[in-house]
């Protein structure tokens, strides 16, 4: 029973009075949104920014609702075609669900068509200010591939078979499953069982749970808003614009990926050329972010993506990647969806040696002088072609 005079969350449920508070604090981050340190030149970018709100509070209230309850874990698939945030690594799925450091659980994991999946125990969200793993494994470690079905048992006490170790502080499960040939086949399947509490009907709901789902769900927008925001502006600042960051790893990212980061800001008659050399690793890929908000792209409908299965390699056996708002008719360009400004993320998975970005702005008429001569042009009918495979790709990825 709380003190007098203190605030009672289960009866402030009970008379709707945390209902209207967390009205009010969504109302309030509206506001906050269309402040100077959020994007805001445009009538687009305002509109973006209240359907990103809407986006984040229709993701954390869904969270809350269906993927909180440790004792009956269920995965909440988000950075899909619905909830972006955080930029997102469009050559993956990602689903999280809720665990507890004693509890007993079995993922069981069809690989279908997924090429890779790394698993992650985590203490909390990024957002939130936890970045730390607790425990890290991944299909190739386990020595798992397409087509492949594989069982892991995460628990305190260790287990015969695959096994990941849980300790007290672990409160999230997240997987991330790849796809590097965007073809339209079969994702992966993933079930979350708890065995030691399997069967027991669950607790009807209290006030007290309501109000901590109220809880739960208004922070994690807030945090998210507030957090992504500045994470891109103070990463963009780091160096000139349209200039990449030096590869290096993040906390609370995958532990064998290193990350370069710019902000790319072009006129309509500009591209910037972005040349790495894609042998220093086995896996990597260049992606377009909206400022601010940090939502991927439009990566269905238009190439905001590329990655070492589908991006063309020059005699050199280097990779150059045209940016920019128009196309220029060259295989490895990046749609900005004729914005202004992006943010650009390169990622290398577990490299030889330090990658090296070299990024140059040039007028857009000039883009073949910068590119070597036996550079392919690519027309009209086979963009749409393209564009087609990748839409075919995700509406498979992403099925009912």
Known sequence: MNEPGRPDPAHDVVDGTAWRAYCERMAALGDRILEADFPGATDADRAEGIRHLANQVACWLTYQLAATDPQNPAFFTHNDLAYRWGGPNVDQNARRAPIAGDGVYRLTV?????????????????????????????????????????????????????????????????????????????????????????????????????????????????????????????????????????????????????????????????????????????????????????????????????????????????IRVVIGALDPGVPNWLDTEGRTEVFATHRWLDPREQPAVRALVVPRGEVREHLVPSTRTVDEPERRDSMRRRSAHVSWRFRA
Not at 118 to 124: A, I
């Open 110 to 318: 069809t690989m279908n068509a997924c090429e890779k999946f790394v698993l992650q125990v985590k203490p909390g969200d990024m957002h939130s200010g936890r970045t730390d793993i607790v425990a890290e494994t991944s299909s190739t470690a386990l020595g798992v591939g397409p087509g492949d079905t594989v069982e892991i048992i995460l628990s305190a006490v260790e287990q015969p078979g695959n096994w990941v170790r849980l300790t007290p502080e672990a409160r999230v499960l997240h997987v991330r499953d790849y796809y590097f040939d965007w073809k339209p086949e079969q994702p992966a399947m993933l079930a979350l069982e708890r065995l030691d509490t399997q069967g027991r009907p669950a607790a009807r709901v209290t006030p007290e749970r309501v109000a901590g789902m109220l809880e739960g769900a208004a922070t994690s927008v807030e945090n998210s808003i507030e957090v992504w925001n500045d994470w891109v502006r103070t990463t963009g600042d780091r160096q000139p614009v349209n200039t990449f960051s030096t590869p290096a790893t993040v906390a609370g990212g995958v532990k064998e990926v290193v990350y370069g980061f710019a902000r790319v800001r072009l006129r309509d008659d500009q591209v910037l050329i972005v040349e790495t050399d894609p042998r220093v690793s086995a896996q990597w890929d260049l992606q377009l972010y909206s400022p601010g908000w940090f939502e991927s792209l439009d990566f269905a409908n238009r190439q905001t993506s590329l990655n070492h299965v589908q991006a063309e390699a020059d005699p050199d056996g280097l």
